[in-house]
């Protein structure tokens, strides 16, 4: 069968199975985040709009990490069907409304601070890097595990590591304030986290070439081998 | 059929209780050990180590317990993650229906996972309770601590966990749980600042930023807040017990109780203070004199409010240093040291009218120590002493002459460990309580090059020339004459100064 008609064939069951409520509710919550000082504080401050818009990034980001969710996973694992092009399609359904949204997050943050320009081109480097990072974590579940849903494993792995980064700002210079001199350096280190994030995704998406054995099923050893396996 | 119209209820039993406590035993070791939890438990527990704040001197108590609920915010939303995939575990692996044939209705088990959280809160709350006995012990150490403050953290984590079986019994996702925790984080740490009436409806209220208040001047409502956990925590157990089918009229009970506890302890946490705390704290802002004990040593009296006074003896050693560089007749002048707060903006004001930003100047003869201590604070209060020394009067301004230099030249050899505090930093302004001395580039040359110069001798040349050096019309270029340093020019930044 020719590629293209495969990839038809698969669109509308993909776009089924991508998580959808996830999306809405995370999507959701990053409206109303910052939307909150539009409509009840105009004069919050241009720091905490960014880390508004941070967090909104965050928590669409969490919902990307549910990308790779699918109870039929190891009955698809048989189809002729390269796992790549599964998850690159998956991946490219999701892209475009996430961009949607995440304009509309950026205009809405920009109507609630009409005074001052926020830094849009960095803040948007940031979501990507953050939503990089999700579908790099849930790649990696999905190579490294049997796990039908390894959603909740990237998006907890994600949380822990942005909690970890604020908490130790003054040593990982991430998520600085706006205006802050390592503001630049930051951005470059996001740049490389989403390179390194997507590189991530690429190597983990190619499927091993030999089959993942449940850990408990089998001894130690032919796990090992079968983990191995490229 | 009819027998079948509804689930057979399982009697109510000794034995119902006992599956009830060992599924939470069983639940409670998982949650301990779920890698979230016991990363975060481990963050929680080694961050003092990493930072180095376990060496950390002269600890204001009533400080020390609210900055103990931090930490135990972020174990918290760990064990809500952790909880929520407890609860959702058998829906992820396909047991839920094995579950359904079991005698134990589901509505025990959601409680048994509620129950499965109290280990994780005894672990924290013994991390509490030793942290805050590490400080406490602390050379230096002042102050009351509130237990309602050192409790909230423990009902933090007891709170989010329950939260997060919640919010699994209602959404069969664990998106719920991640997107919850995004929302918690963004109404903790975002809205900082948030109106009084709404900020204390959030989990923790940090109220940082301002110096230590005195203990009885305190405004935080952290009883009605501990009880407004309590009431959320439990409320939304018994909604989880509702929800996943537990409707018997003691579960109805407790979750309209609970709303009934979670609704008083709201409103009572946005009452504001009192109208005599309101007054306690003007006095203890316009006048101190009025609340204060004051000791005095030497020619120098020390007031401080109660609880301070064991910091009299430290604050000594600065004062009598800085006092021993000054000249007749300033060395042997009687002086009072203050200790001085703003409260009315303090933690958790909901400051009424006139909210002053700093504090206004003292009066003649007195300058100004705060309430914080430690090595900033010793070179703070050697600031308003040689300032008090040289100039004696409080107001701002910037000193373009010889009264500046020997001000700053005094604060930084008077305090202990002055001269590296001030080596380190490459400002030429050194903060007092009250307002900063600020040198322009000139008056800070001259004194970074007295500070080369051995400091026995240049202090014999100061309290010779003093009568000299302290008049107003004494120049930069007299003082650096001198004391045996050349000035360099006036820069033009150093022109765009008010000088005073």
Redesign the interface.
């Known amino acids: 069968m020719r590629r293209e008609t495969v990839v038809r064939a698969l669109l509308r069951p993909a776009a089924r199975c991508l998580?959808w409520?996830?999306l809405a509710?995370?999507g959701g919550?990053g409206l109303v985040?910052v939307a909150?000082p539009g409509l009840f504080?105009p004069d919050?401050g241009v720091d905490?709009v960014v880390?508004?818009l941070r967090?909104a990034a965050?928590?669409g980001a969490?919902?990307i990490?549910?990308v790779f969710d699918d109870p039929a996973r190891h009955t698809v694992a048989v189809l002729p069907v390269p796992r790549p092009l599964r998850q690159g399609l998956r991946v490219a359904l999701l892209l475009p409304p996430v961009a949607v949204w995440w304009a509309v997050v950026l205009g809405v943050a920009a109507a609630g601070t009409d005074d001052v320009a926020l830094p849009v081109g960095a803040l948007t480097g940031e979501a990507a890097a953050l939503c990089a990072l999700a579908v790099g974590l849930a790649a990696g579940a999905v190579r490294f595990t049997a796990l039908t849903?390894p959603?909740?494993a990237a998006?907890?792995t994600l949380?822990?590591l942005f909690?970890?980064a604020?908490?130790l700002a003054d040593d990982v210079p991430l998520l600085v304030p706006f205006g802050d001199d390592r503001w630049e350096s930051a951005h470059r280190l996001w740049t490389v986290l989403l390179l390194l994030a997507s590189a991530a995704w690429v190597v983990c998406a190619l499927e091993p070439r030999r089959r993942l054995t449940p850990a408990r099923a089998q001894p130690p050893v032919i796990v090992r081998t079968g983990r191995s396996g490229r | 059929m009819t027998v079948l119209d509804r689930p057979v209820q399982a009697p109510e039993s000794a034995g119902a209780v006992r599956a009830v406590l060992a599924l939470a035993r069983v639940e409670a070791r998982r949650l301990l050990l779920h890698p979230?939890v016991a990363?975060?438990l481990a963050?929680y527990l080694l961050?003092p180590l990493w930072s180095g704040s376990w060496r950390d001197t002269h600890q204001v108590l009533q400080e020390v317990d609210r900055e103990s609920q931090l930490g135990p915010l972020?174990v918290g939303?760990?064990g809500l993650?952790a909880a929520n995939?407890a609860v959702l575990r058998s829906l992820?692996h396909g047991t839920e229906a094995h579950f359904g044939v079991l005698v134990m209705p589901p509505w025990r088990r959601t409680v048994a996972h509620a129950l499965s959280v109290l280990p994780l809160t005894l672990v924290v709350a013994a991390a509490v309770a030793g942290m805050f006995a590490w400080e406490a012990t602390r050379p230096g150490a002042v102050g009351h601590a509130s237990g309602f403050e050192l409790a909230t953290g423990p009902l933090m984590v007891l709170f989010f966990g329950v939260l997060g079986v919640l919010l699994g019994r209602l959404v069969p996702?664990?998106?719920?749980g991640?997107?919850a925790?995004?929302?918690i984080?963004?109404v903790t740490?975002?809205?900082?600042?948030l109106?009084d009436g709404v900020r204390w409806l959030v989990p923790l209220v940090a109220d940082e930023g301002a110096a230590p208040l005195p203990s009885d001047l305190v405004g935080r409502p952290a009883r009605w807040h501990a009880l407004y956990l309590v009431g959320l925590t439990v409320l939304a157990g018994a909604v989880a017990a509702l929800a996943s089918g537990g409707r018997t009229a003691a579960v109805r009970a407790t979750a309209l109780g609970a709303l009934g506890v979670t609704v008083a302890g709201t409103v009572m946490q946005v009452t504001g203070p009192s109208a005599a705390l309101v007054e306690a704290r003007e006095r203890a802002t316009r006048d101190p004199a009025s609340v204060q004990e004051c000791l005095r040593r030497g020619t120098t009296t020390y007031c401080a409010f109660p609880e301070f006074v064991p910091w009299v003896d430290e604050w000594r050693v600065v004062v009598d240093g800085v006092r021993s560089l000054a000249g007749e007749p300033a060395a042997s002048r009687g002086l009072v040291v203050r200790q001085r707060v703003n409260a009315l903006d303090g933690p958790s004001g909901g400051g009424p009218s006139g909210i002053v930003e700093e504090l206004p100047p003292g009066p003649r003869g007195e300058v100004t120590v705060s309430t914080v201590w430690g090595d900033e604070g010793r070179l703070g209060l050697a600031v308003s002493v040689a300032r008090g020394m040289v100039v004696d009067d409080e107001n701002h301004g910037v000193y373009c002459d010889a009264r500046g230099v020997l001000m700053m030249w005094m604060a930084v050899n008077g305090a202990p460990g002055g001269r590296a505090a001030f080596a380190r930093t490459q400002t030429s302004t050194l903060w007092s309580p009250l307002l900063e001395i600020r040198l322009r580039d000139r008056e800070n040359a001259v004194v970074r090059a007295l500070l080369e110069r051995p400091a026995a001798e240049v202090a014999r040349q100061v309290k010779a020339s003093w009568a000299e050096l302290v008049r107003p019309d004494a120049s930069t270029d007299r003082v650096a004459a001198l004391l045996g340093v050349t000035a360099p020019a006036e820069t033009a930044a150093d022109r765009e100064w008010r000088c005073a």
């Open positions: 998580p409520t996830a509710a995370g919550l985040l909150v504080s919050i905490a880390n508004l967090m965050l928590g969490l919902a990490a549910f849903a959603g909740p998006a907890g949380l822990a909690v970890a604020t908490v | 979230m990363i975060a963050g961050w972020l939303l760990a993650l995939s992820r996702s664990m998106f719920a991640a997107t925790v995004v929302a984080l963004a740490f975002v809205f900082a600042v109106p």
